[in-house]
Nanobody, 122 residues
Framework: QVRLVESGGGLVQPGGSLRLSCAASGFSLDKYAIGWFRKAPGKEREGVLCISNGNDITYYGDSMKGRFTISRDRFTNTAFLQMNNLKPEDTAVYYC???????????????WGQGTQVTVSS
């Protein structure tokens, strides 16, 4: 059974950093693409970035470039979203998900985690 569990969210001040984790079970995470999405209050869910099974990273917003990055550890079967220089507009629930291929379209993703809340505020 495929399962994704996010963790690592919390409250952080502007300019701070957080590393979110996405623990996978039921499949080998390093053999598949993994994407991160976020949903802010009152907004649609939007793509953050995605890493392909060939380790190519695609960003789905200019604001994330240079601040966010993704990595994965095949030994713990976990993907990570490292977020630096966080801004209040990054406040959202963050989700990891698995697609057939990287895409900003949510319907391309088969499995989703439950999400983890990130709040950026002073």
């Amino acid at each position: 059974q495929v399962r994704l569990v996010e963790s690592g969210g919390g409250l952080v001040q502007p300019g701070g950093s957080l590393r979110l984790s996405c623990a996978a079970s039921g499949f080998s995470l390093d053999k598949y693409a993994i994407g991160w999405f976020r949903k802010a209050p009152g907004k649609e869910r939007e793509g953050v970035l995605c890493i392909s099974n060939g380790n190519d990273i695609t960003y789905y917003g200019d604001s994330m470039k240079g601040r966010f990055t993704i990595s994965r550890d095949r030994f713990t079967n976990t993907a990570f979203l490292q977020m630096n220089n966080l801004k209040p507009e990054d406040t959202a629930v963050y989700y990891c998900a698995t697609p057939n291929i990287c895409s900003r379209l949510t319907f391309e993703y088969d499995y989703w985690g439950q999400g983890t809340q990130v709040t950026v505020s002073s």
